[in-house]
Each structure stands twice: as structure tokens, then as C-alpha cells.
């Protein structure tokens, strides 16, 4: 859908309060577009208590200084730029042996889920107290990466991430990972990227391990 007189629920695209945020209802499968055309989508935006988007939307009292903020927040970004040399990077399942080539194949980095770790208590104790590289037989490098489900991401704390790092030790990290869906107005893509330049800041701030790893 093009930007026209009459988008959201009949209102012109630039007298919209949506329209510095997306420039536009470009996609029909927006949800918040199809809510108000009389769309409900049960847990998601129904019942209206418990929608996922109650901050973004045009009704609620919430939206005006939210938008705002979140502009202000947008413009004000300074993210430096770093590189990872190698090429290719085979992640691993902890929890999966079969999935540790090394045996068969050299290669100089892996990558580790975040969630294996998580999830599974006495492995992550085990790799602590003997460290990551002995529990794998691997000599090279090891990341750890955090792509996993957006509803374990949204109640993963940095500070709790920041004690994993620690204890384990990697060799790099990424920093916690956000989501964006095309289907979502922009301005949650903008809340999330905010959220991702915030996550890398905290980190820095409080992991001295961080730091040395970029110095």
C-alpha cells in the first residue's frame, strides 16, 4: 500500500502521528493497520489489556511523549563500527556432540549458543568450573552468540548476561541480540535498535572483559 489521502482508518499518511516513523502504511500486513481497520489478532492485539503494542498506539495516552522520546533517542545515536576477520563461522549446539566437527574438520572459531547455556544449568556449572575450550576438546576460538526466542530475549536482563560472560570466559561475544519483523510499524524496529546501542553501551560500561577484547 502507497502513502495516500486516506491510510490508517481514513486519515491522510502526513497527518498521521505514525507518518516521521514509517512514512507510510507500506505493508498491509502491519498489525496495527489491520487493528484499526477491525482486525483483532487474539494475544497479540486482543484483548486490548494485553496488546503487545499498546505503546505504539495512536489511541492510547501513552503514545505522544513515547514517540518523542524514542525520535529524540533515534537521533542522537553514535555507534562506532567493528570487523570479525574470518569469513565463516560454524556455530555449534553445546548440548549436540554431533554437531562438534573438529574431530574431522580444522577450523580456527566456533560459535555457541547463549540459550544452550541458559537452559541447561549443570552443563554451563561443568564448563565453568573446567572451562568452555576443555569441555569441547577445541583449541581455536570460541563465541558465544545470542540469537534465541524474541520471549526469552525480552526477559534476559544485560546484567545477568554479564555474569555468563565472566564465568565462561569467551573469546568474543555478541552483544544481546533484538528483533525486527516486517510486519511491525518501524517505530518497534527503531525501540529495538535503541534497545540493541543501549545493550553494547551497558556492556562496555560494566564488563571489563568487553573492553579488553576491543582494545
Known amino acids: 500500500m502507497s502513502m495516500s489521502d486516506k491510510a490508517l482508518y481514513g486519515k491522510a499518511c502526513r497527518s498521521c502521528g505514525y507518518f516521521k516513523l514509517c512514512g507510510g502504511c507500506k505493508t498491509v500486513n502491519c498489525l496495527i493497520l489491520r487493528c484499526m481497520n477491525g482486525e483483532k489478532f487474539e494475544s497479540l492485539t486482543f484483548p486490548r489489556e494485553i496488546c503487545i503494542y499498546s505503546d505504539f498506539c495512536l489511541r492510547s495516552s501513552t503514545y505522544k511523549n513515547f514517540s518523542k522520546v524514542l525520535l529524540k533517542q533515534a537521533s542522537s ?11 565463516f ?18 577450523h580456527e572459531v566456533v560459535v555457541v549458543r547463549l540459550l544452550d ?4 544449568r549443570k552443563m554451563r556449572n561443568n564448563i565453568i568450573e573446567n572451562g568452555i575450550n576443555n569441555y569441547l576438546g577445541f583449541d581455536g576460538k ?4 545470542t540469537i534465541m526466542l524474541d520471549e526469552i530475549l525480552n526477559n534476559l536482563q544485560v546484567g545477568n548476561f554479564i555474569k555468563i560472560i565472566k564465568a565462561i570466559k569467551p573469546d568474543a561475544v555478541m552483544s544481546l541480540d533484538t528483533y525486527t519483523y516486517i510486519d511491525d510499524p518501524l517505530i518497534i524496529s527503531w525501540k529495538q535498535t535503541i534497545r540493541a546501542v543501549k545493550n553494547v553501551t551497558f556492556l562496555l560500561e560494566k564488563c571489563e572483559m568487553l573492553r579488553e577484547m576491543l582494545s
Open 77 to 87: 545515536l553514535n555507534v562506532k563500527k567493528f570487523s570479525i576477520p574470518t569469513k
Open 142 to 145: 570460541v563465541i558465544i552468540s
Open 89 to 106: 563461522l560454524p556455530a555449534i549446539s553445546l548440548n549436540n556432540k554431533r554437531s562438534w566437527f573438529w574431530p574431522f574438520l580444522k
Open 117 to 120: 547455556l541458559i537452559n541447561n
